[in-house]
């Protein structure tokens, strides 16, 4: 087994920076340009952060049969904030629901991540090598910083948000 706390609290790291950033646009209302910027931050940081996730960890624990369920549960559950945050940049930030799907996402979105840091990681850390950690540290900044230049708040047109 490998000293994985470095991998982790990198990730860690930005779980904290998505936690300040969900906090903050709980105390926005309506459709103010502050509102518009943290979501925007937000929705990159996110999208960036989980692809590079994937191709670092993901991929990683997808070769070790122990943790491809937790690893498959967790990649799903990538997706479908990916769909939440599209669906919300889909809506009207000065309506009501907006709002409503907001609360819902952060509940959601914060779920995940405390089961990631509590659960799937500790697990993880048990069947990593030390080559394992390298491919990790090689390839999580450089995607990030990839996907974060490519991100999209939205490819979704606003009559396509869900009720």
Request: no cysteine; net charge negative.
């Amino acid at each position: 087994m490998a000293d994985t706390k470095e991998i982790f609290d990198r990730l860690k790291k930005d779980h904290d920076k998505h936690r300040e950033l969900l906090d903050k646009l709980l105390e926005t209302s309506g459709d103010s340009p502050e509102r518009e910027s943290l979501f925007e931050e937000l929705t990159k940081e996110l999208k960036s952060h989980a692809a590079a996730e994937e191709q670092a960890l993901y991929s990683t624990m997808l070769r070790k049969p122990p943790t491809t369920g937790e690893t498959r549960h967790s990649v799903a559950e990538h997706h479908e904030i990916e769909e939440a945050l599209n669906d919300l940049a889909a809506t009207d930030m000065s309506e009501g629901g907006w709002l409503t799907k907001f609360k819902t996402f952060d509940h959601d979105y914060r779920h995940h991540i405390d089961e990631e840091e509590e659960e799937h990681f500790p697990d993880f850390a048990k069947h990593l090598t030390e080559e394992d950690m390298e491919h990790m540290r090689s390839v999580f900044e450089r995607r990030k910083q990839e996907e974060k230049a490519e991100a999209e708040v939205t490819p979704e047109k606003k009559e396509d948000a869900k009720e």
